[in-house]
């Protein structure tokens, strides 16, 4: 069974930072391409970061260049999302997403809530 299980989530101010974790569990990791997700009510979920098998190539939406950095720890079976400079617009709700490059299965975790506030 997969999980893949988010935490880090909180309620920070704007310019503040975060830091966020995906665990994956029950899929081959390394053959898997990374992403988070973020949704705020009211809009379509959107991809915000994305990292291929090995971590030699991520992309980013552009409202979070410079801001956001994706990373993996394959050996720890975990990415993270590191956001530095929040702004109010960064409010919402951040999925992990899997997609198994064999496969082409499809996971999403159950999302944690960054909320940036004053």
């Known amino acids: 069974q997969v999980q893949l299980v988010e935490s880090g989530g909180a309620l920070v101010q704007p310019g503040g930072s975060l830091r966020l974790s995906c665990r994956a569990s029950?899929?081959?990791?390394?053959?898997?391409?990374m992403s988070w997700y973020r949704q705020a009510p009211g809009t379509e979920r959107e991809e915000v970061a994305r990292?291929?098998?090995?971590?030699?190539?991520?992309n980013y939406t552009d409202s979070v260049k410079g801001r956001f950095t994706i990373s993996r720890d394959n050996p720890k079976n975990t990415i993270y999302l590191q956001m530095n400079n929040l702004k109010p617009e960064d409010t919402a709700k951040y999925y992990c997403?899997?997609?198994?490059?064999?496969?082409?299965?499809?996971?999403w975790g159950q999302g944690t809530q960054v909320t940036v506030s004053s």
């Open positions: 997403n899997a997609r198994n490059t064999w496969t082409s299965d499809v996971y």
């Open positions: 029950g899929l081959p990791f390394s053959r898997s391409i």
């Open positions: 990292i291929i098998n090995h971590g030699g190539y991520t």
